[in-house]
């Protein structure tokens, strides 16, 4: 919100030198492709399992 105030008001000159002076990186973090395959096998578990719960769940939110 800071920085669309600033480059609203011409208090900054864009939405690069925004980033630029108040974005810092301190780390990058890069894929892992065996934590994407174990993750891609987990959803693939939740979407088969996902519809058989799905009256469960709808019940569930109706309880106080």
């Known amino acids: 919100a800071a920085m669309l105030a600033g480059v609203a008001t011409g208090v900054l000159d864009s939405f690069a030198d925004a980033v630029s002076r108040f974005v810092k990186r301190d780390r990058v973090f890069e894929p892992d492709s065996t934590r ?3 993750y891609r096998e987990r959803l693939a578990v939740y979407k088969s399992l996902f519809p058989l719960m799905h009256d ?3 019940g569930l939110e109706k309880m106080p």
Request: charged residues 0%; neutral net charge.
């Open 36 to 38: 994407h395959a174990m």
């Open 56 to 58: 469960t769940l709808a």
